[in-house]
């Protein structure tokens, strides 16, 4: 076994290729050795080491002991001198390498090599007693910390007191005498346990770093991301350069590119005369790394502008790794003597701003091609694009922090009910809704307020779930908040707000700020348009849009929809009065006094229909006829019951009970659906009467032809589809005679039921399009109500009996198996058809790539998923 892989300036054995076994550190290591890179030289030790020690009870492998002697030797030829040399002692680094980097591993330890004698030699070779005693207290606390399980505050806190009984304030100011001092404390926490042996030093750091491997902070990482146990880690041994040797020396971090904006420019920041994390360590404020990158504020200084050599180098180190990479990087270096050094490089985070930039430049400047731009964006993480975010230069007060349970950042005036929110709206003005927690009684309020503010509830609360499929900004669980809906107050951190103070909600980041704070509005435009665009020319699927009110229509078409692939008639039969005239017609005793309800309700619905056709201006709108149980539009109070009675000349007594026989015990199940069409027909004509009318209107106000689908909820046999259908037509055929227009209309069923799906091909004898419900499909499937699934699904996911929430990414192995059966078998009887699917799963990434695996036509989302489903489909295109 080869257990040690070489690397300095312009030569390095092994690479990229060898990932699992050099670590992602040691791999970039030697990549950039081999691009000629100003590298230290070292030698990175095999995760292969690693294995072996965890499967010998922490036995080092035989033959590690020379082959790290024998790097040893060729890193001392490198360096010009000897690791352990008494005279000129070389100093390595130590550094845990593992495949991703993750929390839990061993921390790098530097200056490995010193001891009570080197460090004296070290202070007369380079004149410099501070610098060497400097790099001797930070070996011993490093060392403490990896190897002997001491904590690094034990270290901190002996140095402040040391300072503060000086009456110093920076750790420069601290004499070589100083650093004894502290020393001799340090050597005292160490319980006298630091070796003097460099070659001890050396061993046991390796030790730790294999042992790190298994420590219960890495493994809990690893389950968590999914990462393999059996990689192991390997270990760098480095030789050192020297970012703490005065004023032309520091250590830095940079990226090649902006990572919050993307702009192409070189970023980051260096710390003068530091060691390793010192820059990030916020023990003093770093310089940037360009002077550009000041901007308004005076800084003490720039690595452009004081250290203009190692600058311009760095420039060109990172242009050179960034293009080896193909990717931003992120780099970490330091300056030895006005000298620059590379120490490691990998990709760098950004946000999603930054991660959109960054792939349409590169794609541009023919650094990658189209497709790997595509690629580059995880389609979820569009969302945060889609909303506004808060202005990152704005530094508000931040009075509490909650989940970022819908993202999005909104302001405006507190309002504690949905009274107040639905006046302030009408009045022009804007209004955050606070709640303790929020039920269906809330969803006005929350159409009505900019964003939602809760106490209580988590991610998939009440208030969480519905302003996501509003878009609506939303933080929940804001702790800390105390809400007086007597007083119309909260409080929070001991601040009191009232009814019409402003505060910013931040819902991508849970954060609730004081007053109104500065935002940016989402760009549709730009790169966001261009990979869009991208986008739309490979993938296959169609993308549709779940909307049925004006605004949601508008925002399904800015969005990028391709229609409405789910039109929800009833939402508009809860409406204000509208309400009371469904209530009328259900309990009418004969189908005339149906006819009679049903006659006021028309012209409503066709103005509705009117407008959606009118919006969508020629696109396919498919309107699903009434599809909730009957049970829910019950009169639930005296006052509701009187109201319908009045309206209908009935005696309040027999509504009652005509009410309660009405009344069901599972209403999922119950009445509704096709069967509210097949029992009460008069429904039909009337909803196709409004389609018809309004589609006939409409094409003549906009000159353009409509796309009307009708889509009939809830079926599992061809009859039922059959008995619709005959209504929908007499229907067509009234209209054509009265206003001598005929109407084109497509007619289709929803399959929600695992009958349906498995008689596709009966129905779509019937059907010219089918439309997979998959949130009811999955609850009949499973057999779960979705509203119930709460309290046991997650123990279901944590113990592995489902991979994940089945509402959220769909059950291909039960749900998507009937789905494609009921695909398969519909295409074979109508080879035309159009396949469909609507519901939650059409805007989530890993649900579309199934959907387009098997032949699906459209997915159709809530409009704000439209973009991620059009990425989605795309990447599972390419
Ligand atoms: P991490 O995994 O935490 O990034 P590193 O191994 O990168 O750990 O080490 C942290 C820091 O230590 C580096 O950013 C660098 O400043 C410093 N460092 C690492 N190796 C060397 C070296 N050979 N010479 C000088 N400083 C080093
Ligand atoms: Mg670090
Ligand atoms: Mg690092």
Avoid at 735 to 747: C, D, F, K, M
Avoid at 792 to 804: C, E, N, Q
Wanted: proline share 5%.
């Amino acid at each position: 076994t080869k257990w040690c892989y070489s690397f300095r300036q312009g030569e390095a054995e092994g690479g990229a290729a060898l990932g699992d076994v050099l670590g992602s550190k040691g791999a970039g290591l030697a990549e950039m050795a081999r691009l000629g890179l100003p590298v230290p030289p070292g030698f990175t030790i095999s995760s292969d080491a690693c294995r072996y020690f965890h499967a010998h009870s922490g036995q080092m492998p035989p033959g590690l002991t020379e082959a790290v002697d024998a790097a040893l030797a060729k890193l001392a030829a490198d360096a010009g001198h000897a690791f352990g040399d008494p005279k000129w002692p070389l100093l390595v680094a130590v550094r845990p390498s593992g495949r991703v980097s993750t929390p839990g591993l061993m921390g790098t330890a530097l200056n490995i090599g010193l001891n009570d004698q080197t460090v004296t030699a070290l202070a007369s070779t380079c004149g410099d007693e501070v610098f060497a005693y400097d790099c001797y207290r930070r070996l011993v606390e490093l060392f403490c910390c990896v190897a002997l399980d001491h904590e690094h505050y034990e270290f901190e806190e002996a140095l402040d007191k040391h300072k503060e009984a000086k009456g110093y304030v920076r750790d420069a100011e601290l004499s070589a005498a100083d650093w004894r001092e502290v020393l001799g404390i340090y050597f005292e926490i160490g319980k006298g346990r630091f070796p003097q042996d460099p070659r001890e030093q050396l061993w046991a750091a390796i030790r730790a770093a294999f042992l790190s491997w298994h420590s219960p902070r890495a493994q809990a990482y690893r389950a968590l991301h999914d990462i393999a146990e059996d990689i192991g880690a390997a270990v760098v041994v480095q030789a050192m350069v020297f970012g703490n040797i005065g004023g032309e020396s520091g250590a830095g971090v940079a990226f090649s590119r902006n990572p919050a904006t993307g702009a192409r420019e070189l970023f980051g920041e260096f710390l003068p005369n530091a060691q390793g994390d010192d820059v990030t360590s916020g023990l003093r404020t770093p310089w940037p790394i360009r002077e550009s990158a000041i901007g308004g504020k005076p800084a003490a200084g720039s690595l452009e502008a004081s250290l203009p050599k190692a600058f311009t180098e760095l420039d060109r180190c990172a242009g050179c790794v960034e293009r080896h990479y193909r990717d931003m990087q992120n780099m970490e270096f330091t300056v030895e003597a006005g000298r620059l050094w590379m120490l490691q490089t990998k990709s760098g985070r950004r946000t999603t701003t930054a991660a959109l930039k960054i792939a349409i430049d590169m794609a541009n400047e023919g650094l990658i091609d189209r497709e790997a731009a595509l690629n580059r964006i995880e389609p979820a993480s569009l969302d945060q694009l889609l909303h506004p975010t808060i202005d990152p230069s704005d530094r508000p007060l931040v009075l509490a922090s909650g989940l970022p349970a819908s993202p999005g950042a909104a302001c405006g005036e507190i309002v504690f009910s949905n009274r107040d929110a639905e006046s302030s709206a009408a009045l022009g003005r804007k209004a955050i809704l606070v709640r303790i927690e929020t039920s269906p009684d809330d969803i006005a309020g929350m159409h009505a307020a900019e964003g939602v503010l809760t106490a209580r509830g988590g991610m998939t609360s009440h208030a969480a779930v519905v302003a996501r499929g509003m878009g609506k900004p939303c933080v929940t669980a804001a702790t800390g908040l105390r809400i007086d809906y007597e007083d119309q107050s909260f409080t929070v951190g001991g601040r009191r707000f009232v009814k019409g103070d402003v505060i910013t909600v931040d819902g991508s980041s849970g954060k609730v700020m004081a007053g109104a704070v500065r935002m940016l509005r989402p760009a549709l435009t730009g790169e966001f348009a261009t990979l869009m665009d991208w986008a739309d020319r490979v993938r296959r699927l169609r993308v549709r849009a779940n909307a049925e009110t004006p605004s949601d229509a508008r925002a399904a078409l800015k969005f990028g929809a391709e229609g409405i692939g789910l039109a929800r008639t009833e939402h508009m039969f809860f409406e204000g009065e509208r309400i009371v005239a469904v209530r009328e017609m259900i309990l009418a005793d004969n189908a005339a006094g149906r006819r009679a309800a049903l006659a006021k309700l028309l012209p409503m619905q066709r103005e509705d229909f009117k407008e959606l056709f009118e919006i969508m201006a020629g696109l396919p709108v498919t309107i699903r006829l009434l599809d909730p149980p009957l049970h829910e539009f019950l009169p639930k109070t005296d006052a509701e019951l009187a109201s319908v009675a009045k309206a209908l000349g009935a005696d309040a007594a027999k509504l009652n009970k005509r009410a309660q026989e009405l009344a069901e015990s599972n209403p999922m199940l119950g009445f509704r659906g096709v069967r509210l069409a097949v029992a009460f027909p008069e429904i039909v004509d009337m909803q196709a009467r409004a389609i018809f009318e309004a589609a006939i209107e409409a094409a003549i106000e906009t000159g353009r032809a409509t796309h009307v689908e009708i889509m009939v909820p809830l079926v599992f046999a061809k009859a039922e589809l059959d008995l619709v259908k005959a209504r929908v037509e007499a229907t067509a055929k009234a209209v054509e005679l009265e206003t001598g227009i005929a109407s084109r209309y497509r007619i289709g069923a929803m399959i929600e039921l695992p009958r349906a799906a498995l008689l596709a091909g009966e129905i779509a004898r019937s059907a010219e399009f089918l439309s997979f419900g998959t949130n009811d499909l999955t609850q009949t499937t499973l057999g779960i109500s979705r509203d119930d699934a709460g309290a046991f699904l997650r123990s279901y996911v944590a113990k592995g009996v489902l991979p994940t929430d089945p509402f959220v990414t769909l059950d291909v192995a039960g749900v998507g198996e009937l789905i494609a059966l009921g695909c398969e078998r519909a295409r074979q009887a109508r080879p035309d058809i159009t396949l469909g699917v609507c519901g939650e799963h059409g805007g989530d990434p890993d649900s579309i790539a199934f959907f387009d695996r098997i032949g699906v036509d459209y997915v159709s989302c809530s409009p704000f998923r439209a973009p991620i489903a059009r990425l989605a489909a795309a990447q599972t295109a390419l």
